[in-house]
């Protein structure tokens, strides 16, 4: 199967009818899981609201304790007062306060009502009044079975306009709770209960309220015949609020119309215009394809045909810059190169073998030098030359330590050893000017391991700017401590010492606070700067260089390793 053929049989295999089949499950889903959602949302107001309900029916019952702990109360329901003016005066000073603080503080509080039981109780309505005249004789019997600490709530559905009927009534005691003296109405405004009811309900088809056998509905009148029959249409969600304290059941039946109408009457249109969709996108698929693969398959076959005798460069056809001309430039790049790589293979084995010579010569040439040092080191000692032997000795070693290649890390001693012959070396050029000493505290600071060549740089910088540019003798001391489980090298000379000046400059390319032109005006503090940087690589934090100098009295270095 061709390449073309095989590109448009994986796109209906991978990517046509997977679509199809993904897209009608996704919007299955997606409508299955925005119904939950709505419907968990319509739940969660249903018990917002009853919630707010119960804080307000709260309220609203916690008047009570104001009137039945209040002993003004109770003695003027008990009759406690001789005259009408000491009842008038009660009523004014303790019982209309209360009312009307009430009243001010709750806006759904309608009227609050006291009833007497005692008969010579004086009667000031509509605020205080006697038991007969209470408008409710049916639930006489209920209040009687209530217990001292419940009241009760009425609600009277007087017609079908949703003209509520709300109150709480709970029976008044005497102090001692022995004897109940009257009752509490308190008569709440219907707009609480109707704002209730209509946040509910929303923009829902059908609200329907029970009490008893009493009803009353919000609805269409097919959509509340079909709540009362029980045959609502599986497009409905119903949901039931029961308020306990009221007695009242409540049915939602909500199509979610305003979210899934549009939803429904646009699902077959979406899925023809996706189909014609995906259709013209396939054949521009198709003839994308196509154009891409003929040109991807005359350069295989030109690939095909080279070999070590045949390199020739593919024909770029003229056209926009895309992947497959980039592709096609790329591999005549590649062929001119392999024609070119082909043409220097001799060259590179020539030029190879002469750089193995030329490595075998590095290699003979210390050995020579090492040999000829030795002979000129015997001859001297034959003549009686110490010095001259000596010296060559002391050279013979620093040169074999120099070009040693065979370890990067030595022995703190052999760097040591090293500094010495390197010390001895300039002795005999300055004679008596210069002296020198090495000391180590600890025989173990001997075995501690080091990188080559930390030292020799330091010293020589103490001999070229310190002792040669004076007159007077020079010397310079070398001592190896422990301090803080560290080994800390100080390199002294009572040289030409530095300014400060030129000791801030130095100490500022140590911290890597300048360039290395900055360390000094000639370009010094190179090899101070080099050692410093392979210490702080070899040993991590805390170690490194540190600089102390004053012009006239030399120059101390402290390594800390």
């Known amino acids: 199967m061709g390449m073309v053929k095989k590109m448009i049989a994986g796109y209906f295999c991978i990517i046509f009818i997977p679509v199809l089949v993904f897209g009608f499950w996704l919007y299955n889903t997606s409508y299955q899981s925005l119904a939950e959602q ?48 000491e009842y008038v005066y009660a009523f004014l000073k ?77 029976k008044l005691y005497n102090k001692e709770f022995s004897k109940d003296i009257g009752l509490l109405e308190i008569r709440v405004d219907s707009s609480m209960l109707s704002s209730f009811i209509q946040g509910l309900s929303g923009s829902s088809d059908a609200v329907m309220q029970k009490t008893g056998e009493r009803s009353i509905a919000l609805a269409e009148a097919a959509t509340l015949a079909a709540m009362r029959e029980g045959a609502l249409s599986d497009d409905l969600w119903n949901q039931e609020l029961y308020v306990e304290e009221l007695d009242l059941n409540l049915v939602i039946a909500d199509s979610g119309s305003e979210l899934f109408t549009d939803i429904r009457k646009k699902k077959n ?50 056209g926009g810059r895309d992947e497959v001309y980039y592709l096609t430039t790329s591999f005549n790049l590649m062929m001119n190169r392999i024609d070119e790589l082909i043409n220097k293979v001799q060259r590179s084995e020539i030029m190879r073998k002469e750089a193995e ?86 025989k173990a600071i001997r075995k501690h391991r080091c990188p080559r060549f930390i030292l020799q740089p330091i010293v020589e910088n103490s001999i070229v700017h310190g002792i040669s540019k004076q007159r007077r003798r020079g010397h310079i001391a070398i001592r190896c401590v422990m301090e803080e ?73 402290v390594l800390t390793l």
């Open 38 to 85: 709505y419907m968990r949302g319509k739940q969660q107001v249903l018990e917002q609201s009853y919630g707010n309900l119960k804080v307000q029916l709260a309220q609203l019952e916690a008047a009570y304790g104001l009137f039945q702990y209040n002993g003004n109360v109770t003695e003027y329901l008990s009759g406690a007062h001789n005259s009408e003016a």
């Open 94 to 170: 303790y019982i209309s306060p209360i009312s009307s603080h009430l009243s001010i503080g709750n806006p759904h509080l309608k009227e609050i009502v006291l009833y007497a039981n005692q008969p010579h109780v004086l009667v000031i309505e509509p605020d205080v009044t006697g038991i007969a005249e209470f408008p409710l004789p049916e639930l006489r019997e209920r209040i009687k079975r209530l217990p001292p600490d419940e009241g009760l709530w009425h609600l009277d559905m007087r017609d079908e306009s949703m003209a509520l009927d709300l109150r709480f009534i709970q």
């Open 269 to 318: 249109t979406s899925v023809i215009v996706i189909a014609l969709l995906l259709l013209v996108l396939s054949y521009l698929y198709y003839m994308f394809a196509s154009s891409v693969t003929r040109r991807i398959s005359r350069l295989a076959r030109h690939m095909k045909r080279i070999d070590h005798t045949n390199l020739e460069p593919f024909p770029i056809q003229p």
């Open 357 to 442: 010579y030329m490595m075998l010569q590095a290699q003979i040439k210390p050995h020579f030098l090492y040999n000829t040092l030795e002979t000129i080191r015997m001859l001297a000692e034959a003549d009686g030359n110490a010095s001259v032997s000596q010296l060559t000795n002391s050279f013979a070693r620093f040169i074999r330590y120099s070009l040693a290649r065979h370890e990067d890390e030595v022995a703190l001693a052999d760097e040591l050893e090293h500094v010495a012959d390197y010390l001895r070396i300039h002795r005999t050029r300055f004679g008596e000017r210069m002296t020198f000493d090495i000391e180590i505290e600890d």
């Open 485 to 557: 489980g560290r080994v800390a090298v100080r390199i002294r000379d009572d040289g030409a010492g530095m300014s400060e000046e030129a000791l801030s400059r130095l100490r500022r390319r140590l911290n890597g606070e300048a360039g290395l032109t900055e360390a000094s005006p000639s370009g010094g503090g190179l090899g101070l700067w080099n050692v410093h940087e392979r210490i702080g690589m070899y040993y991590g934090e805390n170690s490194g260089i540190a600089l102390e100098s004053a012009p006239g009295e030399g120059t101390v270095v």
